[in-house]
Each structure stands twice: as structure tokens, then as C-alpha cells.
Nanobody, 122 residues
Framework: QMQLVESGGGLVQAGGSLRLSCVAS????????EGWFRQAPGKERELVAA????????EYVDSVKGRFTISRDNDKNTVYLQMNSLKPEDTAVYYC???????????????WGKGTLVTVSS
């Protein structure tokens, strides 16, 4: 079993930045693909960024391209999401996920974190 614990969420003004962290325990992150999902009130959970376990290839949803960066530190067993130029529409609960499948899909995730709330004020 793997446990994922997110941190770094909070309240930020539009245009600001936050860095989310996801620390894994129980298993090695480098054996999985990792993703950050988000879910806003009344909306479905969507994948915003993903990183492949092998070559570190990354993918992003169009709405965050150029603003968000996903990265991984294998030594710390941690995955990050750097979020810049935040917009009110980025407000959501952000979830860390680990998957043995690529591409990552929410119905194929092996492990989920409990989420961290990001609120962007206008």
C-alpha cells in the first residue's frame, strides 16, 4: 500500500503562486506515474498534470499549460505542482494520484491522496 499526503494549498490572490507537495510512503513513487487532479464544486474531477515514471515525460491540460509545472524528487519520494499566475478558476481541491497505467485516468488510479484546497481570490 502507498499513502499520499498533499500539502501547500491555501488562499492566494489572482496572479500569485503556490507549490503543492505530495509525499509518498509505503512504496516508491518512481515505480508509478503521478498526476495532480483537481475538483471544483459542482464539477467533475479533472487531470491537470501528469508525469511518466520512466523518462519524466509530462503532460498538462490546456488550461494550465505555461502556468503549472509538475516535477518529482525520487530521493524524497515527493511529487510537486508549481502553480504560477493563478486564476480564480483554478480554485479547487487538488488531489495527488499514483498510477501504474499510462496515460493516467481517474478510474485507473491506484492510490489517491486526501486532497488540499486551493482558493484563488479575484
Amino acid at each position: 500500500q502507498m499513502q499520499l499526503v498533499e500539502s501547500g494549498g491555501g488562499l492566494v490572490q489572482a496572479g500569485g503562486s503556490l507549490r503543492l507537495s505530495c509525499v509518498a510512503s509505503g512504496r516508491t513513487l518512481s515505480s508509478y506515474a503521478e498526476g495532480w487532479f483537481r475538483q471544483a464544486p459542482g464539477k467533475e474531477r479533472e487531470l491537470v498534470a501528469a508525469i511518466y515514471w520512466g523518462n519524466g515525460h509530462t503532460e498538462y491540460v490546456d488550461s494550465v499549460k505555461g502556468r503549472f509545472t509538475i516535477s518529482r524528487d525520487n530521493d524524497k519520494n515527493t511529487v510537486y505542482l508549481q502553480m504560477n499566475s493563478l486564476k480564480p478558476e483554478d480554485t479547487a481541491v487538488y488531489y495527488c494520484a499514483a498510477s501504474s497505467r499510462w496515460p493516467i485516468r481517474s478510474d485507473g488510479v491506484d492510490y489517491w491522496g486526501k486532497g488540499t484546497l486551493v482558493t484563488v481570490s479575484s
